[in-house]
């Protein structure tokens, strides 16, 4: 594609409820990012992934978020009983190499609503 | 970045005016920034980088100011246009590592006055 996309674009939930996010990266990007970005705050990470290296999840504010990557593409993250206060943008960002030097693409974000 | 809080600063300039943004970062060792520019409901976007070896460096329209005594980047527009309006934040990178290890400022939306 493109440019990166993530799907839904919104999202409403109850508390309680399991949500899954997905991220298409732009094709042939090794590397791919998940963040966070909360009202007022700047974006907090969350996890990265990098070709088949085990990913970074030093990011993950709980055990109750996890993010897979299938394929070296896709990606879904998971929030499982969601919390009032995961209420964000969620942002997937894709790169060709992971490495500083290289421009970092943002896909629009999926905006959840925790009810 | 620093945290500004729940209201993100706001930046009104009347069209074809310059603008000037500012963001204080907090890790005197980081050695690469960014700013990015966020329009609405949509991703953040690289405008222009900067290292921590230069103190000035320029794009088409924008320049980065780099002032590593005082911990503080701006982010100068010339000639503001309507499609500049957006949330603009910087983002700084400790010594050696990769958009995992990058602090994000909050941001100042920029309202660009018709």
């Known amino acids: 594609g493109a440019g990166v996309s993530q799907s839904p674009s919104n999202k409403v939930t109850e508390k309680g409820k399991d949500v899954e996010l997905r991220c298409d990266p732009i094709s042939g990007h090794t590397a791919l990012y998940w963040y966070r970005q909360s009202l007022g705050q700047g974006l907090e990470f969350l996890i990265y992934?990098?070709?088949?290296?085990?990913?970074?999840k030093s990011g993950l504010p709980s055990d109750r978020f996890s993010a897979e990557r299938t394929g070296g593409s896709v990606s879904t993250l998971t929030i499982q009983r969601t919390q009032q206060e995961d209420s964000a943008v969620y942002l997937c960002?894709?790169?060709?190499?992971?490495?500083?030097?290289?421009?970092?693409?943002f896909g629009p974000g999926t905006r959840l609503l925790v009810l | 970045g620093e945290s500004v809080g729940l209201h993100l600063p706001t930046l009104s300039v009347q069209e074809g005016d310059n603008s000037i943004i500012n963001c204080a970062y907090s890790n005197s060792a980081s050695d690469y920034f960014i700013w990015y520019k966020q329009e609405s409901g949509k991703g953040p976007q690289f405008i222009i980088d900067i290292r921590s070896n230069m103190d000035k460096r320029q794009g088409q329209r924008v320049t980065v100011l780099l002032n590593k005594t005082v911990k503080h980047l701006s982010l100068q527009i010339a000639a503001t246009q309507p499609g500049d309006s957006a949330v603009y934040f910087c983002?700084?990178?400790?010594?050696?590592?990769?958009?995992?290890?990058?602090?994000f400022g909050t941001g100042t939306k920029l309202q660009v006055i018709p």
């Open positions: 983002a700084d990178f400790p010594p050696s590592g990769g958009y995992q290890k990058v602090t």
């Open positions: 960002a894709s790169s060709l190499l992971g490495t500083r030097q290289e421009t970092q693409y």
């Open positions: 992934f990098q070709g088949n290296s085990a990913p970074d």
